[in-house]
C-alpha cells in the first residue's frame, strides 16, 4: 500500500477522484500535474497516514513512510534541479495541510521550510538576490514558529509575537510595509525572531531541515486534533476518522523581486456568477499577503481594475495608474493564466478558485478548487453551464445547493451599507431576509410608520396582522420554531427571534441593549440571515428573481415527481406560492382567519356563549365569511387541490387577556365583566398543546365543524358556478383514534350532503385526517379505512413523539445541541431515526389499508432539504411548505429523483 503519492511535471500518482485519500488539495494538484498545468512538483501523504499517526504515534509512523517520503524529496530535487539542505544549491520546500473538504482555517501552512543560517547565504549568491533570500527565512522563522511550535498569541486580544516585532522595527524605521524593509532590517527580524523562539520555547530554533520537515508533518498531523479543527468537524458532522493529507511541495518564490508575485483568481464572479474571469494579485509577495491585506492588491483584469476603481471610489487617476491590472502590466503572463483558467474550469465543468504564483517571469498554480459563491451566483453559473454544454441538466440541479436559494427570495441589505453597520445584538437568525424601520412594541401599532420593525419579548396569534404589517419582526425570547419564527418564515419576513440581550419594557416602550435604550420611533434593522441586530437604517435592495431562476424551477418541474404544495391562509399567500411554482395548497389554518378584527368578534360571542344555540348563532355570523375566504383561496389555486384545516388552537387563545379588551367585549355583548372574566379563566389550561384542541374541540363543538364544512363545500359550490374548478380536501386535526375521526368524518359527509340537495348540485372532495399524535401512527392501517387522505403534521409529532413542548424547547435545545445530546433542532430539521420510524410506518400500514391513499407532509420540515428528501423517499405524493420555501423544495424534490 502507498502511503505517499508524487505528482509534478506532467505525471502524477493520484487524481482528482482520489480526494478521501489525498485530500481535495491534493488529488487537484495530481490532476493539474496530469493535465499539463504547470505546478511545482510535490508529494502527498495520505490521510490514511494521518489515522495510523492517531493511532500508532510519532516514531512508527515516521518508520513506515520515512523510505517514501525520502524518496519523494528526491524526485522533486531531480525536477527542480536543487537539493534540501544545499548549501549552494537548496531546495526549499512547503508543508500544507489538506482535508478531503475545505477546513477554512483549521491549520496554516510552512513556506520555505528546508531554510536556515547557511542555507539563507546560498540562496543569496545564487539568486544574487539578498532581499530575497534573508525575507524568506524571516518568513520561515515566523510560520514554523506559530505552526510548528505554538507560537501564537496567547489570548485572542493577544498580538502575534512575531508581528509585534515587527511592528516595532517598522515604528523605530518609519515605514509601513513588509517590503520597504532592507537587507539589514531583515537579518535583524531574523535574528529577533530565533530569540524570541528560545526565549518562549526554551529550545533553539531546528536548524537541520530534516528535523523541520518531520516537525512541520506532525505538526499537521496534529491539527486534525486540534480544538480548532474538533469544533469545526462537529459543527458540519464530520468524523475523526476522515484525516487530513500533508502536501508537501517545492516552493516557488512570488518573493523574488520586481518581476515576481503572487495572486488568488476566479473563473466566473462568485457573487454575481457573471462569466468574468476575475482575481487580484500583488508584485513582489509570497502566500497569503494577498488575502492579509497588508498592501492594496492590484486587479488580475483591465476590467477589473476599472470596476475596482469605482467601488473604492478612486478619484485620481494617478491612483489608478499606481495599480496596474495584470493584464496591463505583465500582458503574456496574464495570457497564460488565462489560458489555465479557462482549461480548469472545462476541465472541472465547475467554478473555479485558483492560487497561482510567478518567480521572476513564469507563472505556476499552486491549488484549483470548485469556488464557494453567492445563492444569486450559484444559480447563475449552474445555468449558464448548462446552456455552454458544459454540463448536462442533471448535473445543473445537483450544482445547486437548496438552502442557498433563501438568499434569493428575500429583501437583501446591501453589502457596501453593511460594512458601516453597527451591531447591536445577536439573535437567531429565524427567517432570512434585511429589514429596516421604526421600532412599535405593539402590533396593533405596527402601521403607526410606514416602515415598522415590531419589537416583543414574544409573538402570539394575537399579533398575525401586526407581523403582517412590519417589515420586520424581533423578539426576546423563542426558539427557531417559536411562534414569530414560524410565522415569519411563512410570510417571508424577516425574523430575529430569542436576542436574548434585548430588555424590553412595555410599559415604558422601551428596548435595553447594554445599558443603552431605544425608543418607540427609533430605526433599527435586522439581518435575518445572520441574526444581527443593527442600530439605526441600513440601506436594503429588493432581490431580483433572474431569468436563470425561473430557468431552474422550470427544469426542477421536468424531473420532480414528488408534488410540492404551499402551507397558505390567504388569497394572497397561495398567489405568491403559485408564482413560485406550488401544486396545490397542504395546510390552509382557518384559525389565522378568525383573528381579524372584523371576525374575531362574532369568534368570540361563540365562545362565551353558553348553549349550543347561542353558539350556532354566532357561527352564522362567521360563515359568511370563511366561505368568502375560502373562495377567495379556491379562486386563487384554482384547478389545485387545496387542503383545508378545521378549527385546531385551544380556544383560549381567541379570549381577550388584557381587562381593556375584556371590559369592552362585556360591554359588546351586554353581559357582566366577571362572565368574561370568568369563561376566560374557565378556558385557561396547564398544558394547551396538549388540551381542548383540534379534533377535540370540533367533537364538543360538533357545530363547529359543521359551519367550517358547510364553508368550504358551498364556496366550492360558488365557484363550480362561475365556471371554476376546485379540489377541496377537508383535514381534521390532531387526531388519535379511529372514533374520532369517524365522528368528525360523519358531520362533514352529512353537511355535504344536505347542501348538495339544498343546491341540487355536487363538488368533488375529500376528508383526511392529520397524522400527529403518534397513536394515530400507530393505529394508521385503521384510520385509512376511512380516511381518504395522510398529511403528516410533523411539528405537533415531534413535539409529541419527544415529548418536548415546542414553545418551551428553546430553553434546553442549545445547550443539548452544543453538548451534542442532539445533532440539531428536531423542530427544524426532521429527526428521520425516530420521529420518521412513525411516519414511515404510518404510511405503509395506511397504503397497506388503501393502496391508493394520498400521503403528504405539512409541518415546517416540508421545506428543508434533508427532510424533503426523505419524504420522497418515504414514498410521499407531496410534500407542503411556507411559499417561500416552495421553490427550495422543488429542487430537492428534482434532486431527489435524481
Ligand atoms: P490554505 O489551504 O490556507 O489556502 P495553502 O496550503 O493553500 O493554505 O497555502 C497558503 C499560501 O501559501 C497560499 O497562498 C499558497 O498559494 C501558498 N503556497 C503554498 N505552497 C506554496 C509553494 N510551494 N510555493 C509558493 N507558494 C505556496
Ligand atoms: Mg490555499
Ligand atoms: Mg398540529
Not at 267 to 280: H, I, W, Y
Not at 512 to 518: A, F, L, R, S, T
Request: charged share 25%; net charge negative; aromatic share 8%.
Amino acid at each position: 500500500k502507498s502511503r505517499v503519492y508524487k505528482f509534478g511535471d506532467k505525471s502524477a500518482d493520484g487524481n482528482s477522484t482520489m480526494k478521501n485519500l489525498l485530500g481535495g488539495k491534493g488529488a487537484n494538484l495530481a490532476e493539474m500535474s496530469l493535465i499539463g498545468i504547470p505546478v511545482p512538483p510535490g508529494f502527498t501523504i495520505t490521510t490514511e497516514v494521518c489515522t495510523e499517526y492517531n493511532l500508532l504515534g510519532k516514531d512508527t509512523v515516521v518508520n513506515l513512510i520515512k523510505r517514501e517520503v525520502e524518496e519523494s524529496i528526491e524526485n522533486i530535487e531531480t525536477l527542480m534541479g536543487t537539493k534540501f539542505g544545499d548549501k549552494k544549491n537548496p531546495l526549499l520546500i512547503s508543508v500544507r495541510s489538506g482535508a478531503r473538504v475545505s477546513m477554512p482555517g483549521m491549520m496554516d501552512t510552512v513556506l520555505n521550510l528546508g531554510m536556515n543560517d547557511e542555507v539563507v547565504l546560498g540562496l543569496a549568491k545564487k539568486t544574487n538576490n539578498q532581499q530575497f533570500a534573508w525575507d524568506s527565512y524571516r518568513r520561515f522563522i515566523q510560520m514554523y514558529g506559530g505552526v510548528v511550535l505554538g507560537m501564537k498569541p496567547a489570548s485572542k486580544d493577544d498580538i502575534d509575537p512575531f508581528e509585534e516585532i515587527m511592528e516595532n522595527l517598522k515604528e523605530k524605521r518609519g515605514i509601513e510595509l513588509d517590503t520597504e524593509f532592507t537587507i539589514q532590517d531583515l537579518k535583524d527580524l531574523v535574528f529577533d525572531f530565533k530569540a524570541a523562539v528560545k526565549k518562549r520555547t526554551g529550545n533553539d530554533f531546528p536548524t537541520n531541515p530534516w528535523d523541520q520537515l518531520w516537525g512541520a508533518i506532525i505538526a499537521v498531523f496534529n491539527s486534525w486534533n486540534g480544538d480548532r479543527a474538533v469544533y469545526y468537524r462537529a459543527m458540519n458532522g464530520y468524523p475523526a476518522e476522515w484525516g487530513t493529507a500533508v502536501n508537501v511541495q517545492a516552493m516557488v518564490y512570488g518573493n523574488m523581486g520586481e518581476n515576481s508575485g503572487t495572486g488568488v483568481c476566479f473563473t466566473r464572479d462568485a457573487g454575481t456568477g457573471e462569466n468574468v474571469f476575475n482575481g487580484e494579485y500583488l508584485i513582489n509577495a509570497q502566500g497569503e499577503d494577498v488575502v492579509a491585506g497588508v498592501r492594496t492588491p492590484q486587479q488580475i483584469t483591465k476590467l477589473g481594475s476599472k470596476r475596482w476603481a469605482e467601488l473604492a471610489k478612486v478619484e485620481e487617476v494617478d491612483r489608478i495608474e499606481n495599480y496596474p491590472s495584470l493584464e496591463e502590466l505583465m500582458p503574456s503572463i496574464f495570457n497564460e493564466l488565462n489560458t489555465y483558467q479557462d482549461i480548469l474550469e472545462k476541465h472541472y465543468r465547475d467554478m473555479q478558485d485558483m492560487e497561482f504564483t510567478m518567480q521572476d517571469g513564469k507563472l505556476w498554480i499552486l491549488q484549483t478548487r470548485n469556488g464557494k459563491r453567492t445563492g444569486a451566483a450559484m444559480v447563475k453559473i449552474a445555468m449558464d453551464l448548462l446552456k455552454e454544454g458544459m454540463i448536462d441538466e442533471k448535473e445543473a440541479l445537483l450544482m445547486v445547493e437548496p438552502n442557498k436559494l433563501d438568499e434569493l427570495l428575500h429583501p437583501i441589505f446591501d453589502a457596501n451599507a453593511l460594512k458601516s453597520a453597527n451591531v447591536i445584538a445577536q439573535g437567531l437568525p429565524a427567517s432570512p431576509g434585511a429589514a429596516t424601520g421604526k421600532i412599535v412594541f405593539f402590533a396593533d401599532e405596527a402601521a403607526k410608520y410606514k416602515n415598522s420593525i415590531l419589537v416583543r419579548i414574544e409573538t402570539s396569534p394575537e399579533d398575525l396582522e401586526g407581523m403582517n404589517i412590519a417589515k420586520g419582526i424581533l423578539t426576546a425570547r423563542g426558539g427557531m420554531t417559536s411562534h414569530a419564527a414560524v410565522v415569519a418564515r411563512g410570510m417571508g419576513k424577516c425574523c430575529i427571534s430569542g436576542a436574548g440581550a434585548l430588555k424590553i419594557n412595555y410599559k415604558r416602550r422601551i428596548l435595553m441593549v447594554d445599558g443603552i435604550e431605544y425608543h418607540d420611533g427609533d430605526w433599527i434593522s435586522l439581518n435575518g440571515s445572520t441574526g444581527n441586530i443593527i442600530e439605526g437604517k441600513v440601506a436594503t435592495m429588493e432581490p431580483e428573481l433572474s431569468g436563470e431562476f425561473a430557468e431552474l424551477m422550470k427544469l426542477s418541474n421536468k424531473y420532480a415527481v414528488m408534488k410540492v404544495r404551499t402551507n397558505a391562509d390567504s388569497p394572497k399567500d397561495a398567489r405568491i406560492a403559485r408564482t413560485f411554482g406550488a401544486q396545490g395548497i397542504g395546510l390552509t389554518r382557518t384559525e389565522h382567519m378568525f383573528f381579524d378584527i372584523d371576525r374575531i368578534k362574532a369568534m368570540r360571542e361563540m365562545i362565551l356563549a353558553n348553549t349550543v344555540k347561542g353558539r350556532k348563532l354566532a357561527l352564522e355570523d362567521l360563515l359568511p365569511m370563511q366561505r368568502e375566504d375560502f373562495e377567495g383561496i379556491f379562486e386563487a389555486m384554482q384547478g389545485l387541490p387545496v387542503t383545508i384545516r378545521l378549527l385546531d388552537p385551544p380556544l383560549h387563545e381567541f379570549v381577550p387577556h388584557q381587562l381593556a379588551t375584556q371590559k369592552d367585549l362585556a360591554d359588546e355583548m351586554h353581559i357582566s365583566l366577571q362572565a368574561v372574566k370568568n369563561k376566560v379563566a374557565e378556558l385557561e389550561e396547564f398544558n394547551p398543546m396538549l388540551g381542548h384542541r383540534g379534533c377535540r374541540l370540533g367533537n364538543t363543538y360538533p357545530e363547529i365543524t359543521e359551519m367550517q364544512s358547510r364553508a368550504i363545500i358551498e364556496a366550492a359550490l360558488n365557484l363550480k358556478e362561475r365556471g371554476i374548478i376546485c379540489k377541496p380536501e377537508i383535514m381534521i386535526p390532531l387526531v388519535g383514534t379511529v372514533k374520532e375521526f369517524e365522528a368528525q368524518e360523519k358531520i362533514v359527509r352529512a353537511t355535504a350532503k344536505g347542501i348538495f340537495k339544498e343546491r341540487n348540485e355536487t363538488v368533488e372532495y375529500f376528508v383526511g385526517t392529520m397524522i400527529e399524535v403518534p397513536r394515530a401512527a400507530l393505529m394508521a392501517d385503521k384510520i385509512a379505512e376511512k380516511a381518504d387522505f395522510f398529511s403528516f403534521g410533523t411539528n405537533d409529532l415531534t413535539q409529541m413523539t419527544f415529548g418536548y413542548s415546542r414553545d418551551d424547547a428553546g430553553k434546553f435545545l442549545p445547550i443539548y445541541i452544543e453538548k451534542g445530546i442532539l445533532k440539531n433542532d428536531p423542530f427544524e430539521i426532521l429527526d428521520q431515526e425516530g420521529v420518521g420510524q412513525l411516519v414511515k410506518m404510518a404510511t405503509e400500514r395506511g397504503r397497506n389499508t388503501k393502496p391508493n391513499l394520498k400521503v403528504g407532509i405539512c409541518g415546517e420540515h416540508g421545506g428543508e432539504p434533508s427532510s424533503v428528501e426523505f419524504c420522497y423517499n418515504s414514498g410521499m405524493d407531496y410534500v407542503s411548505c411556507s411559499p417561500f420555501r416552495v421553490p427550495i423544495a422543488r429542487l430537492v424534490s428534482a434532486q431527489a429523483t435524481i
